[in-house]
């Protein structure tokens, strides 16, 4: 999954227009895949993109099957052939991360651009990694666990 | 839909209430790049130069560049163009943040401000959709009431660009807000905004900006982004440290201007430089749209100061301007003096050169003490609260002495007899670098066609921050005027494409050709770009001539060339003008008096 590190981000939000680029070959945010959300009195920054949840209330509410999840990697795709542009994944997501492309009139979600992910790529603030949670469990707790000793 | 551009601006009569799109003059585009140049182009055609800055007959031009809204780095500028009301000369300021691409995503490459509202009122741009809405309650407000207000209004996703009360009541050096903490600062946008009575242009956009020819660009931008992670000075310098790391540099060669430019060292320098920020009160760095190196400094002061407050800054032309110049160290200080500034919507640079000369013509005994009873502080070098105190002053023109702050360091220094204390250029304050201790640089706050600024062609690249190899000697005034036109080209090209001056540290100018090429879809050269920019750059002169400006006016104070600048290591230094601003003249094609000669104006198709 695309794993966000929020404390990187500046907000400069080059990932939204890369993925547009990548998808769709224009640059527009409003088709991005990845949202970063800039809360700027908060001072906090937040990259949020599918999490190709485990239990994933997109894929259950899809009435045309068209969402499906890959047995081995347990990525969530949209199927633009069966997609009808409900938008019921959309209203199911609970991180609103399912976007629409008006156009096709279908819902897409992050599909890792099949496995080279640009959000990642262009973050020059190594903000976003492309990695397994799983794998990076240890790490992420050791970052936490020493965060405060940094900061101090 | 061209690439690059979405080919419509939107035309709006502030007077009679009318938003009226047209089609973007394409052939202008192709000879002007956009933004700085097409939106000067626009405004020499449409309006008098020689009109009041402050009447309805000036035009505030917002303008975007091909760049604007793609991924090219630091592709996310826009720029504000008009008359200027501080120089009387044209202005065209530079800001980031997100307003620039929301407008391009909105559908709209610039848009055209005419006229004079009756009332106070605010656009609100929804893709298609433009409303003018009255701004009654918002008049007064501070620019961050402003835009939380207006999103409330509007949409929450919207990006709004406005005044605070300083443009209100038309202090000369108001700027425009955007995105709470970008400024388009300087020449006083700010105040012919105010002077239409439009506290602000609220901005949605859900479209789209497209490219000519997608592998090409997509490759460039990739390339130029390691070029932008490769290059010391936009990854280590500008990422660790901000523009505050010219602080330590330019404090130890001596060319820090201190106490309205009377030293060039600052005991206290170590209190407000970048490495202190960073140490201290630096919360996390922040990036403009599409920009990689993220140079914007998220701030919060100490807490252990009376000068609380958080917001972004200060940039190093902040901390010299609030800070040095006025002999303030104290970190906090200029931190909310720098919050204060944004929320009142007023030029850092000018602000605090503004109170510098003041704080020396009330040294040397020139203002009187009745012109100071609402002060309630010393006018004095190194007293913070009257740095803040004048603040508050200027932006509500509280009393004679507010006023006469308002009015820019230039005039208040005229008024009190002293003009030549004031240390600018055409009635605008220098940036934080001495020119005695870089030659080039004095040329350049000379000739620059928006007054006193290091933006148009900045000679320190080749006098200090070069390899030694391929650096002039920055106590020399040889080989300044070739050198600083060439510069002054450069920056013209980055200012129109739409892109950041900083990401030119590490993208030299072939590679933005490539990007606009590719952009465009539009055929040109290296040497073709640096002809747009002496178009560009001889368009700008035309106008301020038509405005009335002469040679007198491509001038330095009296300090710069008679008095040398002594500690650090320049000493006995002054700048020779006269003899750099002949070559210059030259070299342009210009006759003595500083006017393009028809054959110039010929080679350069400028009609």
Known sequence: ?152 | MPHGWTGKILRVDLTEGRATPEDLNMPWARQYIGGRGLGTRYLYEEMDPSADALSPENKVIFATGPMTGTYAPTGGRYMVICKSPLTGAVACSNSGGYWGPELKFAGYDMIILEGRSPNPVYLWINNDGVEFRDASHLWGKNTEESEDTIRRETDPQARISGIGVAGEKLNRFACIINDKSRAAGRSGVGAAMGSKNIKAIAVRGTGAVEVADQLKFGELVFDSMRLINESPTTSKALRGMGTASTVAFANSIGMLPTNNFQQGQFELADNVSGQTIANTVLRRNKGCYACPIGCARVTETSGETKWKGHGEGPEYETIFGLGTDCGVGELDAVLYANYACNLYGIDTISAGGTVAVAMELRERGYIPDEDLADLGTDLKFGNADAVIRCLEMMTTREGKFGDLLAEGGYRLAEHYGHAELFMGSKKQDFAAYDPRAAKGMGLGYATSNRGGCHMRGYSMKVEWFAPMEERLDPFAEEGKAAALIKLQHDAAGIDSVGMCDFSAYAVPPERQVELYETCTGEETSREEWDEIGERIWNLERLFNNRAGLTRQDDSLPPRMTEEPLSGGAVQNQVVALEGMLAEYYRLRGWDDDGNPSAETLERLNIQ
Not at chain 1, 13 to 42: M, N, W, Y
Not at chain 1, 101 to 115: A, I, Q, T
Request: charged residues 25%; glycine residues 4%.
């Open chain 1, 1 to 152: 999954m695309i794993l966000a590190h929020p404390d990187k981000c500046v907000a400069c939000h080059l990932c939204e227009g890369a993925c547009s680029f990548h998808h769709d070959g224009v640059f527009q945010p409003t088709k991005s895949r990845i949202f970063v959300h800039d809360l700027v009195d908060e001072q906090t920054y937040v990259p949020v993109t599918c999490f190709h949840c485990a239990d994933a209330p997109c894929l259950s509410n899809c009435p045309t099957n068209a969402i499906t999840r890959d047995a081995d990697t347990g990525q969530i795709a949209i199927n633009d052939d069966k997609c009808i542009g409900c938008k019921m994944c959309m209203v199911a997501c609970p991180f609103s991360v399912i976007g629409f492309n008006e156009d096709k009139n279908v819902s897409h979600n992050c599909d890792f651009c099949g496995g080279d992910p640009q959000c990642v790529k262009i973050c020059t603030y190594d903000a976003l990694e492309f990695t397994d949670v799983e794998s990076n469990e240890w790490m992420i707790r050791l970052d936490e666990a020493e965060r405060p000793r940094a900061e101090a």
